[in-house]
């Protein structure tokens, strides 16, 4: 009965260790194909928008861009542009001065961003810092059963001693083998996912600084000359 409980509990320290191996890799593929598929499509729209001869027809490429990052953001700034050419008092989130709200709108867009683009992270992070435990968890409890066994039977040679023990010290290895990759691609990871938040924090600082170009300081949500 011991036994059978020890190696119940061994298999299922094994599922374990597969299964966050499983997630791991997923989430690589699909944080890589998200990465790479927005990439393209910012730098695209970034093109088409800073070739655009007025803001007018830099509004037109969001809708003829696909959805990406920088859409999005362009998108927040046109939202408070917009507001600001009403012939009526907008909502109490776009009062205010001009400059001053569009830079807080496109701020919040951009926190917004920054959390779409780390979901998933922690998760990897996390598999990273654990597994090794799940799989020594695993190789304390096969030795020790596998030293309960060995002590009842009264055999201590190094053929009886080293089938067990060796079986034992496979979740240990497996357990690295899953968190190897989950750290390095963390790493890997995060640094694009920085580098893509300052590509954006970019992008919105010359956005707020064309608009502060050809737009006088005003309240928002008040046509000129009323």
Not at 115 to 135: E, K, M, N, Q, Y
Not at 162 to 172: F, N
Not at 186 to 215: G, P
Request: no cysteine.
């Amino acid at each position: 009965m011991v036994t059978d409980t020890s190696t119940l509990i061994i298999n299922v320290t094994l599922w374990v260790l597969i299964s966050f191996s499983v997630l791991t890799w997923t989430l690589i593929v699909l944080k890589v194909w998200q990465y790479w598929r927005q990439s393209l499509a910012n730098r695209s729209f970034e093109e088409r928008f800073w070739g655009a001869s007025s803001l007018d027809e830099a509004r037109g490429e969001i809708a003829a861009g696909k959805t990406s990052p920088v859409v999005r953001l362009a998108s927040a700034g046109f939202d408070v542009l917009d507001s600001a050419s009403q012939n009526h008092p907008p909502a109490l989130k776009y009062r205010g001065d001009l400059l001053a709200t569009l830079e807080r709108k496109l701020k919040r867009q951009l926190e917004r961003e920054s959390r779409l683009s780390d979901i998933g992270l922690t998760v990897l992070a996390s598999i990273g810092s654990t597994a090794p435990f799940v799989g020594l968890f695993g190789t304390v409890w096969g030795i020790m059963h596998a030293l309960q066994d060995i002590s009842k039977s009264g055999k201590a040679s190094l053929e009886v001693v080293a089938g067990p023990i060796g079986e034992a010290l496979i979740a240990t290895a497996i357990g690295i083998a899953v968190a190897v990759p989950a750290v390095l691609a963390y790493n890997f990871l995060m640094r694009q996912s920085r580098r893509r938040q300052q590509a954006l924090e970019i992008f919105a600082e010359d956005f707020l600084h064309l608009v502060s170009a050809e737009t006088a300081h005003r309240p928002v949500g008040y046509a000129q000359g009323e």
